[in-house]
DNA sequence: TCTGGGGTCCTAGGACCC
DNA sequence: TCTGGGGTCCTAGGACCC
C-alpha cells in the first residue's frame, strides 16, 4: 500500500487568489474569524517573517510600510472550493480519506502485475486539479502516512519536485528525515519538540535512532506510532467516523459581555448551531455543555473560565430542547461566577458596598456550547422522563421543516428567535449570533450566492 | 481598542463493584 | 506479625491536529 498526501498549498490564500489575481505574486494574509490573528498566509507573506497567529492589530506595527493584503476569512468559500478539489482527487483514487478542508490521503496500491510510475501520476493530477480550480497542491507519496507528510513537505519546498515527491528507498526516507527538522514531523507538537531538541534531537533521522521503549515512555503510545511510521512501518489507522463524539459551537465575541440578556442570545445560537450539526448527522445528543470564559489577555480584570453541563431528560436534536438545556447550564455557569465573586468580596473586611467596591460583573470573551453523549437517531428509546411524544414529534418536525427551508434560501432564511432578540450593550445594535462576527476585509461568496458570482464583460 | 475554532486520543487517579 | 485482586467507568488534564 502506497499513501499519497494531496495538500493545497497556502489553502485560503490560494481560494482567495483564484478570483482576485491581482494578489498573486503579493504578500497576503487571511485573518480569523473577528480579524483577530492571522490563520493563512502566501509565500511572500511568510518569505518576509508574518508569523501564523500573529494578532492582526501588530501586523502595522511589526510590518510598517510594506504592502500586505489582509483578508477576513472566508469559510463558505473555502469549504466550496475544497470540495471541487476533493471530487477531482475522488474520481481519480475511489480509495480516498479527506483528512481536513485542505488534505486528503489517496491509498494506492502497488500491484506487482501492473508496475505503475506513481510520481509521473501524480505531477499529471495535482496539474489537473490545478488547470480544473485553480488551486495549487503539492502531493507527497511514500509507505506511511507520516513519511507522505514529509514527502509533501519537500514537494512544496522544491520546485525541483514538480510538485510531487516520492520517498520510494531506504536510502531516500533517510536522507528526506535527515534534512527534516523534528519539530516539523506530523504527531510531534510544540511541547515534546522542546524537550527533544533539549535532548540534542534536531532531525527526524535523530528522533528514529531513540530507543523505542524511551519514545513510548515520555510520548505514549502516540509518540511510539510516529516513531514506527518513520521507520516505514504503517501503523497510524485514519478512522472514517461519521459520527462525532462531541460537537462544539463556540466564539470569541467582539466585545466583551456581561450583561444576561447579550449571553443568552448568543449561547442560544451556538446551542442552535450544535442542534443542526446534530441533524446533520442523523444524531441525537444526551449531554449539553456550556462554557465561557473571560478574556485572558486583560490580566488587570478579574479571570474566570468555567463549564457547566446539563442532562436531556432523553436524547434530543430539535432546537427548542437544546437551546432550553444550554440556557440551563448557563444559568449555572453564571451563578457558579456570581458565587465566586461573592466570595472573593467576603475575605475582604469590609462591606464592600460601603467602600463603592461592589463587585463588578466578570466580562466574558469567549462562550460556546458542547453536546455530547451522542447517539444515533435510529437507537432512541422513548423514555417517560422525556416531554411527552407529541411534544417531542413537533419539536423534531419544526426543526426539519427549518433545516429545510435554509437549505433551499440560505442559512440565514430562517432563525431562531431566541438568537435574535437583544442588543449589544457596547454597540447598540442587535446581536445575533452571526452577526457578532466581524468580517470587514472578507471577499464575495463567488461560488455559492449568485449575487457574488464574477461578470465577464 | 484589537489576540481563532473545532476536533481527537491518551493517561492517571479516584470511585465503585464483587 | 499477616490487611486481596481484578475489573469498569468517569473525569481532568495534557498533547496533538488543521
Same mark, same amino acid.
Given at each position: 500500500?502506497?499513501?499519497?498526501?494531496?495538500?493545497?498549498?497556502?489553502?485560503?490564500?490560494?481560494?482567495?487568489?483564484?478570483?482576485?489575481?491581482?494578489?498573486?505574486?503579493?504578500?497576503?494574509?487571511?485573518?480569523?474569524?473577528?480579524?483577530?490573528?492571522?490563520?493563512?498566509?502566501?509565500?511572500?507573506?511568510?518569505?518576509?517573517?508574518?508569523?501564523?497567529?500573529?494578532?492582526?492589530?501588530?501586523?502595522?506595527?511589526?510590518?510598517?510600510?510594506?504592502?500586505?493584503?489582509?483578508?477576513?476569512?472566508?469559510?463558505?468559500?473555502?469549504?466550496?472550493?475544497?470540495?471541487?478539489?476533493?471530487?477531482?482527487?475522488?474520481?481519480?483514487?475511489?480509495?480516498?480519506?479527506?483528512?481536513?478542508?485542505?488534505?486528503?490521503?489517496?491509498?494506492?496500491?502497488?500491484?506487482?502485475?501492473?508496475?505503475?510510475?506513481?510520481?509521473?501520476?501524480?505531477?499529471?493530477?495535482?496539474?489537473?486539479?490545478?488547470?480544473?480550480?485553480?488551486?495549487?497542491?503539492?502531493?507527497?507519496?511514500?509507505?506511511?502516512?507520516?513519511?507522505?507528510?514529509?514527502?509533501?513537505?519537500?514537494?512544496?519546498?522544491?520546485?525541483?519536485?514538480?510538485?510531487?515527491?516520492?520517498?520510494?528507498?531506504?536510502?531516500?526516507?533517510?536522507?528526506?528525515?535527515?534534512?527534516?527538522?523534528?519539530?516539523?514531523?506530523?504527531?510531534?507538537?510544540?511541547?515534546?519538540?522542546?524537550?527533544?531538541?533539549?535532548?540534542?534531537?534536531?532531525?527526524?533521522?535523530?528522533?528514529?535512532?531513540?530507543?523505542?521503549?524511551?519514545?513510548?515512555?515520555?510520548?505514549?503510545?502516540?509518540?511510539?506510532?510516529?516513531?514506527? !511510521?518513520?521507520?516505514?512501518?504503517?501503523?497510524?489507522?485514519?478512522?472514517?467516523?461519521?459520527?462525532?463524539?462531541?460537537?462544539?459551537?463556540?466564539?470569541?465575541?467582539?466585545?466583551?459581555?456581561?450583561?444576561?440578556?447579550?449571553?443568552?442570545?448568543?449561547?442560544?445560537?451556538?446551542?442552535?448551531?450544535?442542534?443542526?450539526?446534530?441533524?446533520?448527522?442523523?444524531?441525537?445528543?444526551?449531554?449539553?455543555?456550556?462554557?465561557?470564559?473571560?478574556?485572558?489577555?486583560?490580566?488587570?480584570?478579574?479571570?474566570?473560565?468555567?463549564?457547566?453541563?446539563?442532562?436531556?431528560?432523553?436524547?434530543?436534536?430539535?432546537?427548542? !430542547?437544546?437551546?432550553?438545556?444550554?440556557?440551563?447550564?448557563?444559568?449555572?455557569?453564571?451563578?457558579?461566577?456570581?458565587?465566586?465573586?461573592?466570595?472573593?468580596?467576603?475575605?475582604?473586611?469590609?462591606?464592600?458596598?460601603?467602600?463603592?467596591?461592589?463587585?463588578?460583573?466578570?466580562?466574558?470573551?469567549?462562550?460556546?456550547?458542547?453536546?455530547?453523549?451522542?447517539?444515533?437517531?435510529?437507537?432512541?428509546?422513548?423514555?417517560?422522563?422525556?416531554?411527552?411524544?407529541?411534544?417531542?414529534?413537533?419539536?423534531?418536525?419544526?426543526?426539519?421543516?427549518?433545516?429545510?427551508?435554509?437549505?433551499?434560501?440560505?442559512?440565514?432564511?430562517?432563525?431562531?428567535?431566541?438568537?435574535?432578540?437583544?442588543?449589544?450593550?457596547?454597540?447598540?445594535?442587535?446581536?445575533?449570533?452571526?452577526?457578532?462576527?466581524?468580517?470587514?476585509?472578507?471577499?464575495?461568496?463567488?461560488?455559492?450566492?449568485?449575487?457574488?458570482?464574477?461578470?465577464?464583460?
Amino acid at each position: 500500500m502506497l499513501y499519497a498526501l494531496v495538500d493545497c498549498d497556502n489553502c485560503y490564500v490560494s481560494c482567495e487568489r483564484v478570483f482576485n489575481p491581482g494578489l498573486e505574486g503579493k504578500a497576503v494574509v487571511v485573518l480569523s474569524n473577528n480579524d483577530g490573528c492571522v490563520v493563512a498566509r502566501s509565500q511572500e507573506a511568510k518569505a518576509i517573517g508574518i508569523p501564523e497567529g500573529l494578532p492582526f492589530f501588530q501586523l502595522s506595527e511589526r510590518f510598517p510600510g510594506q504592502e500586505i493584503h489582509a483578508l477576513s476569512s472566508n469559510y463558505t468559500l473555502y469549504g466550496d472550493m475544497s470540495r471541487r478539489v476533493m471530487n477531482i482527487l475522488r474520481a481519480a483514487a475511489p480509495d480516498i480519506f479527506v483528512y481536513s478542508i485542505d488534505e486528503a490521503f489517496l491509498m494506492l496500491d502497488e500491484s506487482p502485475y501492473m508496475p505503475m510510475d506513481y510520481k509521473a501520476w501524480c505531477e499529471a493530477l495535482a496539474a489537473k486539479v490545478r488547470r480544473w480550480t485553480g488551486m495549487p497542491v503539492s502531493i507527497g507519496i511514500a509507505r506511511t502516512k507520516t513519511l507522505a507528510k514529509v514527502a509533501s513537505k519537500f514537494a512544496k519546498r522544491y520546485p525541483g519536485f514538480h510538485k510531487c515527491c516520492f520517498i520510494q528507498t531506504d536510502e531516500q526516507r533517510e536522507k528526506a528525515l535527515s534534512l527534516f527538522p523534528v519539530a516539523d514531523v506530523w504527531g510531534i507538537g510544540r511541547r515534546h519538540a522542546a524537550r527533544l531538541l533539549a535532548a540534542g534531537v534536531r532531525t527526524a533521522l535523530d528522533f528514529t535512532r531513540l530507543p523505542a521503549a524511551s519514545v513510548q515512555r515520555s510520548m505514549t503510545v502516540t509518540g511510539l506510532r510516529t516513531w514506527m !511510521e518513520l521507520h516505514a512501518r504503517d501503523c497510524i489507522a485514519l478512522d472514517n467516523l461519521p459520527r462525532k463524539q462531541t460537537i462544539c459551537t463556540s466564539r470569541s465575541f467582539p466585545h466583551m459581555l456581561s450583561a444576561l440578556d447579550a449571553l443568552k442570545v448568543a449561547v442560544a445560537g451556538f446551542a442552535a448551531r450544535c442542534a443542526q450539526k446534530l441533524r446533520q448527522q442523523k444524531s441525537m445528543a444526551q449531554m449539553v455543555t456550556v462554557f465561557m470564559s473571560t478574556n485572558p489577555f486583560r490580566e488587570e480584570l478579574d479571570q474566570l473560565s468555567l463549564s457547566r453541563t446539563v442532562c436531556l431528560p432523553a436524547p434530543a436534536q430539535s432546537d427548542a !430542547e437544546i437551546i432550553t438545556a444550554a440556557h440551563e447550564a448557563l444559568a449555572d455557569c453564571l451563578e457558579a461566577a456570581r458565587r465566586r465573586l461573592s466570595a472573593d468580596y467576603a475575605e475582604l473586611e469590609y462591606e464592600p458596598q460601603t467602600m463603592g467596591l461592589r463587585p463588578a460583573d466578570h466580562q466574558w470573551k469567549r462562550a460556546g456550547v458542547i453536546v455530547g453523549g451522542i447517539v444515533p437517531e435510529t437507537e432512541i428509546q422513548t423514555s417517560f422522563l422525556d416531554i411527552p411524544p407529541v411534544l417531542k414529534q413537533r419539536l423534531q418536525q419544526l426543526s426539519a421543516v427549518a433545516d429545510r427551508i435554509n437549505a433551499r434560501f440560505g442559512d440565514e432564511a430562517l432563525q431562531v428567535a431566541a438568537a435574535l432578540r437583544a442588543t449589544d450593550p457596547a454597540t447598540g445594535k442587535a446581536l445575533t449570533f452571526r452577526n457578532s462576527i466581524l468580517h470587514d476585509r472578507r471577499s464575495p461568496f463567488y461560488t455559492t450566492d449568485i449575487r457574488d458570482i464574477i461578470g465577464v464583460e
